[in-house]
């Protein structure tokens, strides 16, 4: 712990109030609160672009033991909006750390509170579902604060992904490879990428909102469908240019809101979750092979089950083995396929990867 002298506060919508001490940042800030159950990873968690308006509970009592290190990111920049924790930590032990939590965040302006109940918060949440807060370690106000947070949009009809999105594109792996693939980014992490180029894909990766016809000239054989944050059925950009993309019959691979965005285009409708699934411990089982992974997962929308199951030309390929959630479809009669879940799992198990090399194999049989 930091031990600070500076006193911080978190308000909930309901009206909840939590007293701790700063970490990071002295400010304020507001978003969607929300938790995540691993233990370890926090600095990937907290780069991941789904995570943008979101204010993070870390479950486990230590956050911040191992310092951080400049290439564990999956993104350039800090991504949540603020930060709970139990016990976050100056001090670390890792030799090979570049610096502490607590300058990290301070470096990136993200204010943080620590010495509360994580627990109890975390017990509210799955109770009563998410909801927005607001934490500062400028003001003990409540008053100005309920004020503040009144004015915080919700996330539900927030659309996020163009405002994470890169601006320009860029491109990655080998110029020669017979494998290229599009990357529509609404908010994708480092590491799904790099699962792709080690898989010997040259990608090319497009910021949101860049027409079909822009990226077509890139010439791709494959398409991918990023992960991101907010509500992806405001995204018609989106929704309308993954149709597009469908029409070509050329393999389609879609993660997380990407996912969401492929239901969407094949008329099934998503929904806001009650409190989101986000950690690294979540069991799927695929009903194509029968196995069952366990899952990195960060994501507070779903598709509607009941619709998927009532559309002829959608095929449920994976499901939650938890509360029975659609965590992956495939579109029949195209090379279209997708997961709720994160199978680059930076942080969590290696055991969805799989996915990567049948897109990869999706993409190579039509090829010959």
Do not use: W
């Not at 400010?27 to 780069?47: A, D, K, L, R």
């Not at 398409?223 to 991101?228: A, C, T």
Request: proline residues 5%; glycine residues 10%; hydrophobic residues 35%.
């Amino acid at each position: 712990m930091l031990n600070s002298p500076i006193p911080a506060v978190l308000l909930l919508a309901d009206g909840t109030v939590a007293h701790g001490q700063a970490f990071g940042a002295i400010g304020t800030t507001t978003g969607e609160i929300c938790f995540n159950t691993g233990m370890t990873g926090y600095q990937e968690v907290f780069t991941d672009p789904s995570y943008f308006g979101q204010i993070l509970i870390m479950n486990s009592a230590h956050i911040g033991n191992y310092g951080v290190r400049d290439v564990d990111v999956e993104s350039d920049s800090v991504k949540i909006s603020g930060l709970i924790g139990r016990n976050l930590e100056d001090g670390y032990s890792r030799k090979l750390a570049n610096g502490s939590l607590n300058e990290y965040l301070k470096k990136h302006n993200i204010v943080s509170i620590e010495g509360v109940d994580t627990r109890a918060l975390v017990s509210q949440i799955r109770t009563k579902g998410a909801m927005n807060c607001i934490i500062s370690s400028e003001t003990t106000d409540i008053e100005l604060l309920k004020k503040q947070l009144a004015d915080v949009p919700n996330m539900d009809g927030l659309e996020l992904a163009s405002k994470v999105s890169t601006t320009t594109a860029y491109e990655l792996g080998d110029k020669n490879a017979s494998v290229r693939i599009a990357v529509m980014d609404y908010g994708v992490k480092k590491n799904i990428l790099q699962c792709m180029v080690d898989r010997g894909a040259y990608v090319k990766v497009f910021p949101a909102k860049t027409s079909l016809e822009e990226v077509n000239q890139f010439q791709p054989n494959g398409y991918f469908i990023s992960n991101g944050p907010g509500d992806p059925a405001p995204m018609d950009y989106a929704i309308n240019t993954v149709k597009e993309i469908l029409k070509a019959d050329k393999p389609v691979f879609g993660i997380c809101l990407g996912h969401q965005l492929l239901a969407l285009a094949n008329g099934i409708p998503t929904f806001k979750m009650h409190h989101g699934h986000r950690g690294f411990n979540h069991p799927v089982k695929n009903l194509i092979s029968g196995r069952s992974e366990i899952t990195t997962q960060n994501h507070g929308f779903g598709v509607d089950p009941e619709a998927v199951r009532k559309a002829e030309h959608i095929e449920i390929t994976h499901l939650n083995l938890n509360d029975q959630s659609i965590e992956g479809i495939r579109v029949k009669g195209k090379p279209a396929f997708s997961v709720q879940y994160h199978p680059e799992a930076t942080p969590g198990p290696h055991d969805s990867r799989y996915l990567f090399d049948e897109f990869i194999s999706m993409i190579k049989e039509q090829l010959n």
